[in-house]
């Protein structure tokens, strides 16, 4: 059974940063990304990280964003940086597999708002 748990969103004001974790079981946080969806939006890939470590971003989000993993905790991490109200979404971990199964956590909201 795949857990995903999102965390670490919240408020924040325009330039502020914030970091999410991806707390996961049943899965390994190795090759997995991060998806975010605003309101009446598709959900779009953000981040991702592949099994060796290669890393790729949204052009949206790149220099901004950084993702990350905790391979000993399975968890897997976007910091957050100079967010921008368009950063307003709420944020979901996932595998490429799991996503496509149609299985998503609950997420976690970012709000970025002056």
């Not at 921008?84 to 998503?104: F, H």
């Amino acid at each position: 059974q795949v857990q995903l748990v999102e965390s670490g969103g919240g408020l924040v004001q325009p330039g502020g940063s914030l970091r999410l974790s991806c707390a996961a079981s049943g899965i390994s946080v190795l090759n997995m990304a991060w998806y975010r969806q605003a309101p009446g939006t598709q959900r779009d890939l953000v981040a991702s990280v592949t099994t060796w470590g290669t890393t790729n971003y949204a052009e949206s989000v790149k220099g901004r964003f950084t993702i990350s993993r905790d391979v000993a905790k399975n968890t897997l991490y976007l910091q957050m940086n100079s967010l921008k109200p368009e950063d307003t979404a709420v944020y979901y971990c996932n595998s490429a597999r799991t996503a496509k199964l149609g299985s998503w956590g609950q997420g976690t909201q970012v709000t970025v708002s002056s």
